[in-house]
Structure formats: C-alpha cells, structure tokens
C-alpha cells in the first residue's frame, strides 16, 4: 500500500491511502480525542458523536477526523482554539444524554475520561431523567440505558462485525434508543454473549456483569496475554487479573481475531481459578480399587488419592512405566496427549513416548475431529491451503458439515462479513443451523448421504463441460476414475438418497464451478463418519474438478475442533508419523531422529486413541499416560472405555481437573493451564503464536512440557533437561514445515504464519523483515507430493448401524456454542454454565408429538451402548427422524450412546451417526 506524508498538530506522520485522518493519527501515535469512532477491523466509521472534530488548512469547515480521508500534503489541526471549544460543547451535550445516577454508576469509562481530558462540564446541560432500572437478566452483560448516549457503536458491533443481527437504534428523534430483537430484554434475546458490544461501548449502558455488581471488583493489578483454547481460529485474549484471578477479559489485536472473541473467548477463564483445580501431585491409596462402574469426577476423585511431592509422584510414574517395558517391552505402553496444550509439550511428549516407553501407540484428539488425513492424501500437505481471511476475496464459499456460528464463532464472522459484501454461501449440512439465514443455497441432506450429494455435484460439472480443463489436465490424478464413479449419481438419483430436489444440487455445482474464486470450508459433520475420510475425499474432488484452489479467494480449509491440533499433529503427537509428518519406515528419516535424540526407535505404526482403549481390553495395552484428554468422556461407547480404563495395570494422567479419566489413574499430575503456560500454539490458519504466562499455574501445577521433562528425567533420558527454547528450535529443525523458524525470532515477532521464505543456504537465520513473508495462498503451480494432486478412490456407502423398528432415529451428537468438548473447562465457568446449564435433547416436534413427549419431563435416549436421562426440546431445526445431543454434559453424556466403528483410513470414531431410541421416563 503506497504511503504519504500529512501533518498533524504539526507533527508530521506516515499515512496510507484509504485511511481516515483520525486511523493515520492513532496509528502514528497521536492520541487524537474520539468517542463513536472504533478503528479496529470491520468498523466504519459513524460519524455522530463529533468529538474528533478538527480544523483543515485552507478549509473554514471543522471536519470529523474519522470520516475525513488522509491525502498527501494535508495539514491537521486538532488542537486549534475553535476545534477544543467545540468539541468540549459537543461532549457536554453527550453528557446531557445519561441521567445523573448513570453517571454515578459509570465513573471509569471511556466517555468520563474524554470528560476529564476535553475538561468538560458534564452537568452544564442538565442530566436526562433516570427512567429505567439496570437490567441484570442477561448472566453476562448488563444493561444501563440510563447511561446510552446513542453513538451506535453497540449497533455497530452487533450488526456490522459480529453480524449477529440482534442489536439495533430504533424509534425517532429524541426517542431513539438501543433495542434488542423486537424490543426484548437482553436476557431474552437472541443474543449469542459475543460481548462485542459491552467491549466497545464508551459509556458502561452495555458492560460486563463482573464490572457492574454492586461489590464492585478490586482494581485490575495487571492485563496478562495468551491464546484462547477454546477452538482452532487461535484468537488473541487481554485477560484483567486482580488478586490472582480472571476478573474479565476482551479481544486482543492477534492476527486471526483482530480484538474480536466469542462467548467461550470472553467469559470462559474463570475456570483457571475453579476450587477444583489441581494443585499437588496425587498417589492412589492403597485401598482404593479401579472400578469400571466409577462414573466420578471433580472432588469425588480425590477421595480415592494421597498427596504426594513432586519427586514421589514423579518418581512412582516413571517407575509404573519402565517395569512394564523392561518385563513385556514397549508395545504394552501408549500415550495420550492433547491439542490443548503447546507445540513444545506435543513434541516432548511424542519423543518421550518413542524414546523412553518405546512405543509408537502415541496419539490424541485430533483423532476424534480428523479432517486433514484426506487433504494430505490428495496435496501432501497436512495443513489448509488458504486462511480464513481470504474469504474477503472469494465469490462463493462451500461448507460442508461445519456450524461455524456455533464451533467458530469468530472465523464465522468473517464470513458472515464477507457474505455481507456479496459472497455467496453454499451450505451443506443436515441441520438448519443459524448460517442458514445468509446461505444462498441450503442444501440440507440425510445424515450420511454427504457421498452421494457431492457425487452428484461432481458429476454435473464434469458432463456440462464446467469443470476447469487446464486444471484437471496439467494438475490432477485420478480424474478417469473418478469420472467413472460418479456416472451413477445423477441429481435425480441424489435427491432420492440425500433429499435434497435435483434442481437445488445442480444450482449449487453451477454456481460453485462458475464462480472466478470459491472456498470450501469442511468440519466434524463430515468427519466423524466411518466414511467420514470418503466425505472429505469427495468434497476435496469436487473442489479440485473446479480448479479452485491455489488462488487468492480460492482454496481448501478444514475447520479443526481444538486451539492446538495444527501444531499437536506438526509435532508429531500421532502414531503413524514422526514430527513434520515424516516417514515412520524410511530408514534415511527414522536415522535422523534416532540419531538427534540417541535413541533406537520402533518402527511400526501405532494405534489409535479407539484402538489403544480396545487394545487395552484385549491386554494388549498394560500402561497408559494420558496428559490433557479425557477419554472416559470423549471416547465412544463409554462403558466400554471404562471397562478398559479399569483394567490398566499403570495408568498416569496429567491435566488440570480431576477429569472422569482420573478416576481410573494411578498418579495425577497437577498441570498448567494453557494460559499459565509459555510457549507456541499454531491456529488452523497456519499462524505460529507465541504465548507466556497471563498469571502462575495454582499451588504446585507445571506446565506440561516440564512435567513431561520430569518424567523423562526419571527414565534417564539424555535429552531431559532441554529449555523451552532449545525444545522448540530442535522441532524447528526437524519439521520440515517450520524450518527457517527460531525462538529468539519467533518470540521478537510474537507471530508467523508458516511456511515461510527458505533461506539462501548457508545464510543462517534470515532477518526478521525477510521471514514475514508467507504463502497465503498455496499450491498456485504445484503440490508438495508433486505437480498433481491425487483424486483417491472411494465408495462412502458404509454405515455405523442404521435405523430399524427397535432403533427407529438416528442420533447425531455436537458442541453447543457455551461449552466445549467434554466441559471439563467451560462447565467449570460460572457465566458459560448459567448460560447453558443443561443437557437437552432436540428433537423435531413432529417426533415430539409422535412420542407424546413434555419439555418438562425427561426421557431416556437409548441405544445398543446404553441410555441417558435427559429432557427434550422441541426443535423445527432438526429433521424428522433425527435427535440430536450435546456432548459436554457428564450428567448426560452422549458418547454413552455412540458407536465405537471408525473410519477405516482415519480411524475416527462414527459420533454423527448411530441408531437410537427415545423413552418416556414415566
């Protein structure tokens, strides 16, 4: 972007074209008066409240800075005698517009302090007459309209970037105000808790409920930075700490959220100081035995434990572990990491599992959200083509099997932004979720029948010539294959499979094929299938017919389920790669690590996080160490995975609760949350972040990286007492990916997408100007396995189990926005927990009636694993014959119900797909 030079206040600053005077002014530094104005991404500017008035050289006219454009030789002056005396008029009149108790319940904000700098008489013009009582219905917002003085920035922030649609300025002149819905409290509203709002209102009339309690919280003693854990968008988080806990936390400016959060990314840290976080190392007593009915958890577990020191605990792991190893060998071990945690404690982990256990049985939850495997298979590379934010450049966007409103809540609004500004969406998805409102075309199928709608897809495209020709001649594999197996699947015979009218699939392959730049988004909905990797493949081949990837706008991207399964699978946390994906039988490739880290390495490719559990019934598996997952609840067919749990002769688990897995544990390691813990994290975009300690771990809690290095220690690994530093540049080394990277760099720039530019060799680390160069867009002219992507062959006709007349629905199980994955955080955060206190099941209410269900009586959810007791919702969302149950709930837990067959090429568990029954419990 070219740039100029303006002066302000006779200063003379750097200004880009298409900025305002007042973005050039803050971004240079000068501290320009401003109220309605917010120059954060996706903001316009208003206009309304007139403080940032200033004076222009050679104009009689005061202009607003944020509306004024920057251009070359302009002459600033917002310090003049005439733009001061108005803008303190302007600010006094604002003041007027909130009634006198208001101001007495505001005394910090933004507004008062503009009072104070301008110095202004707030009183000058009277007060409006208080007229309505604070409302504290919503659990985590508070609403003041005493305090409103009308700048429209909550509407902004409702209705322009997080395009919510809930926030409004309705009525006239003097009787406008800020509405809800059609007039709703707060509380009663459609409002997702996003909080936008509350952030950017300069007055308190929207605020955090913990900042408006009449005990008003202790003064903030420092704001602490870290990445939130909630999901893989990898959003930046101010936390505010007082008296060593989260009092509340806003959007930081990091590279993937732009200040932007979600409800879990605002009001889900108070989980970090929860009476139930662990603090000392744990030995099981002697007179507790496993028992497989145990179904415990929180403070129920520690009836079952001793405390014990660091070097006891530590001491009594490692010990477990190397008798089993030494008496059967190191095929009877398995670990269990998690994507939770940092890249460095994935890659210490994973190397002490092939190191000191001598096992390649390493595995952790991306296994239960893997969307990647298929787009390696077909580009070689393990990782999304093309960032979120290049949806702003796109025509048309596909999602397939993705409630990105509910799962990626920020990654959502930027599409939801994009859309706004004329994108077209595609949406796939057997539910009518609430993207469906902005979806051009809702193609909304049968569970399971993803194969046959895409096929149909594929072949219209294909037979009227829309496919890209160039791109399927010079860059792709497979295509007469796959030209033969679509035949079949004309959109006549889709609709009869998948439901949805003929004509609908075919508008959608045209306008997806035709379009100049198209993204395809992909999630869990197709994923978790045991033909979840044929979902992925055809949603991949359809894409690729096209020719859309490898341009700006177009490309492929998974949406991945948690904060770190980028960097978790980059650093090789999965039993059939080393890190950098690299070969477990290439003996060249299995050298090179065995020689780094002076040790004999197996072989063989390891099982999965499903197969280690059936493995461990099978006495395969004698001993288990699980750091940061929870499969006593993610699991599927939990009474199974129980069972198995119990029968471990050593089972170790680190996190930071005591989870329903520890109830199974023979020691308990107290660990660090991520945002007590230093390190990287890598996003779903491919962004490498640094993060530090936003306040220490509680009692004796290590971060999992050290812990891990402690157990090593105690094996009398060499490599035990590497920093954190010297960790990460190892893996920077070996991962083929991140080379190019190291700490010092990455810690000075905080941030990188990788890959970046290949330094000259010989040249040594490349200055920090030359590394921040990234690949945005990827494979313009070619693949990492080569030249051409590979079309793989499938045939997606399999299923789980299916419905029939003992069985007669099919359940799909999912996230709900408050809460994530088994709620071991998010239900011990008081606002997310009031928000959604309770496991419902939906179900539509043509079955509700059928069945005769009450939203007020609970029923029982049955399969062929087990049954639940929950109360039913009727919910128009849901198609008939279909019930769907959230996952995060221990009182009701879903993976009780499901089905433990997986994927043949992902080994992923069927979570969307089982045969079920519902009961009245009368």
Not at 248 to 260: K, M, T
Not at 304 to 309: I, K
Not at 786 to 811: C, I, K, V, Y
Not at 824 to 842: C, F, G, K, N, W
């Amino acid at each position: 972007m070219s740039v100029f030079e303006i002066e302000v206040d006779g200063r003379t600053i750097t200004a880009k074209f298409g900025q305002s005077v007042l973005e050039a002014a803050l971004a240079a530094g000068v501290d320009m008066p401003h109220l309605c104005a917010c120059t954060r991404e996706g903001y316009q500017p208003i206009g309304t409240c007139r403080t940032c008035l200033v004076e222009l050289d050679g104009d009689d006219e005061l202009v607003p800075a944020c509306r004024q454009s920057a251009a070359p030789g302009l002459k600033v002056n917002s310090d003049s005698v005439r733009a001061r005396r108005t803008r303190r008029a302007v600010v006094e009149l604002l003041a007027s517009e909130m009634s006198k108790e208001a101001t007495q319940r505001h005394p910090d904000g933004l507004f008062h302090r503009l009072v104070q700098r301008v110095e202004a008489d707030a009183s000058r013009f009277g007060h409006r007459p208080a007229s309505a009582d604070v409302d504290r219905k919503h659990p985590a917002i508070t609403v003041d309209s005493d305090a409103c003085i009308r700048c429209g920035k909550c509407r902004a922030a409702c209705q322009d970037v997080q395009v919510n649609g809930v926030i409004a300025l309705a009525g006239r002149g003097d009787g406008i105000h800020v509405a809800f819905d059609t007039g709703l409290p707060m509380g009663d509203s459609s409002c997702v808790s996003c909080g936008e709002c509350a952030q950017v209102c300069p007055t308190g009339a929207l605020s955090y409920s913990v900042l408006s309690t009449i005990n008003a919280p202790p003064p903030i003693e420092h704001v602490g930075e870290t990445v939130c854990p909630f999901c893989s968008v990898g959003c930046r988080v101010d936390l505010h700490v007082a008296e060593d806990r989260i009092v509340y936390a806003e959007g930081a400016d990091g590279p993937a959220n732009h200040g932007r959060l979600c409800v879990k990314g605002r009001f889900g840290f108070s989980y970090l100081r929860h009476p139930d976080r662990l603090t000392t190392p744990l030995i099981r007593r002697d007179d507790a035995p496993k028992v497989a009915s145990h179904n415990l958890r929180g403070r129920e577990v520690l009836d079952l434990f001793r405390p014990a020191s660091w070097d006891e605990a530590l001491d009594h792991a490692a010990r477990g572990f190397r008798s089993l190893r030494e008496s059967r060998g190191g095929d009877v071990l398995a670990v269990l990491g998690s994507a939770k945690g940092t890249n460095e404690a994935a890659y210490v982990l994973q190397k002490l599992a092939r190191t000191g256990f001598g096992t390649n049985h390493v595995d952790h939850c991306t296994r239960l959200c893997a969307s990647v495997p298929p787009l390696a298979e077909a580009t070689g590379f393990s990782a999304v083509t093309i960032p979120i934010e290049q949806i702003a450049q796109a025509n048309v966007a596909l999602i397939v099997g993705s409630n990105p409103e509910t799962n990626h809540p920020v990654a959502a609004s930027y599409m939801k932004n994009a859309i706004r500004r004329g994108t077209k969406l595609i949406l796939i998805d057997p539910y009518c979720q609430s993207m469906v409102r902005l979806a051009t075309l809702h193609l909304q199928l049968r569970p399971g029948t993803d194969v046959a709608l895409l096929s149909a897809m594929t072949r219209l495209v294909i037979t009227e010539g829309l496919y890209d020709r160039q791109f399927v001649n010079e860059r792709l594999e497979g295509f007469d294959e796959l030209v033969q197996r679509v035949v079949p699947y004309t959109p006549d015979v889709a609709e009869r499979i998948c439901g949805v009218p003929a004509a609908m699939i075919a508008e959608a392959a045209r306008m997806f094929a035709n379009a100049p730049a198209a993204m395809t988004f992909w999630g869990m909905g197709a994923s978790q299938h045991v033909h979840g990797a044929d979902n992925i493949r055809a949603t991949i081949a359809f894409a690729m017919v096209c020719g859309q990837v490898g341009r700006p706008g177009a490309g492929l991207h998974p949406l991945r389920g948690q904060n770190n399964v980028q960097g978790s699978c980059d650093a090789g946390l999965m039993p059939n790669y080393f890190p950098g994906y690299r070969s477990l039988k290439d003996t060249t490739q299995r050298n090179d690590f065995s020689n780094r880290w002076s040790a004999e390495l197996p072989e063989e490719k390891g099982l999965t996080v499903v197969e280690i559990v059936d493995a461990i019934r099978c006495d395969r598996i004698k001993g288990l160490y699980v750091v940061g997952g929870n499969p006593a609840m993610a699991n599927p067919d939990l009474a199974a995975t129980r069972e198995a749990l119990a029968r471990l002769d050593h089972l170790v688990v680190q996190d930071i609760f005591t989870t329903e897995t520890t109830a199974f544990a023979d020691v308990i390691l107290p660990a660090a949350a991520l945002a007590e813990s230093a390190g990287t994290v890598t996003n779903t975009d491919r962004i490498i972040q640094v993060i530090e300690p936003a306040l220490p771990p509680p009692g004796d809690a290590r971060e999992d990286w050290a812990i891990v290095c402690g157990m090593a220690s105690q094996l009398g690994l060499p490599w035990a007492r590497m920093s954190l530093e010297a960790t990460f540049n190892e893996m920077a080394a070996m991962v083929p990916m991140l080379n190019g990277f190291n700490w010092r760099w990455l810690k000075n720039e905080r941030c990188a997408r990788y890959p970046i530019k290949a330094k000259d060799p010989g040249q040594g680390i490349q200055p920090a100007s030359a590394l921040t160069t990234s690949h945005d867009s990827l494979f313009a002219t070619d693949f990492p396995r080569g030249n051409r992507a590979q079309l793989a062959a499938l045939d997606g006709n399999r299923t789980s189990e299916l419905p029939d007349g003992r069985f007669p629905l099919t359940l799909v199980t999912g996230r709900l926005r408050e809460h994530w994955h088994t709620g071991s955080m998010t239900r011990r955060a008081a606002i997310l927990d009031a928000l959604s206190p309770e496991a419902l099941v939906h179900i539509n209410p043509k079955d509700f009636e059928r069945f005769d269900l009450a939203s007020d009586r609970f029923i029982r959810v049955e399969t062929r694993r087990g049954s639940v007791s929950v109360r039913p919702l009727s919910d128009r969302r849901i198609q008939e014959g279909v019930i769907w149950l959230p996952m995060s709930f221990f009182e009701a837990a879903a993976n009780e119900l499901t089905i433990s067959k997986l994927d043949d090429y992902t080994r992923v568990p069927a979570y969307k797909f089982c045969a079920a029954r519902v009961v009245d419990s009368r």
